[in-house]
């Protein structure tokens, strides 16, 4: 499925990370193209207080190669909130692919102005 799920920090967190499992299984289907390059590593959320998951994606392509964070909020694990846990994944997988296209913009200026000096 990915290339590699990492769960970090659960210890004696049972419930949480019953949590990220069962998130991870979600995040699949919000990630279709290059899945199995996809690097995922769930932690609890430390940083903010709203949030019960840190969430980090990790890509490598040939052109482009980085990392998005985001945190999963707290009540998207509620009966019935589903849609907003999906959305919470889908956000984080936006932010990385965020950094790569920022990425590919930037190579392909550079290239863009290699030519132009030659």
Not at 43 to 60: F, H, S, V
Request: glycine share 8%; proline share 3%.
């Amino acid at each position: 499925m990915f290339k590699s799920v990492d769960y970090v920090g659960f210890e004696g967190k049972l419930e949480l990370l019953a949590q990220a499992e069962r998130a991870n299984l979600l995040l699949a289907g919000e990630i279709r193209t290059w899945r199995e390059d996809v690097e995922v590593v769930w932690r609890p959320a430390t940083n903010d207080p709203r949030a019960t998951l840190e969430l980090t994606l990790g890509l490598k392509l040939p052109n482009a190669a980085g990392t998005g964070t985001g945190n999963i909020r707290k009540w998207v694990f509620d009966p019935g909130e589903e849609g907003e846990l999906r959305s919470d994944l889908r956000g984080v997988w936006l932010n990385l692919l965020d950094v790569l296209i920022d990425q590919m913009a930037k190579n392909r200026e550079a290239s863009s102005a290699d030519l132009v000096e030659v």
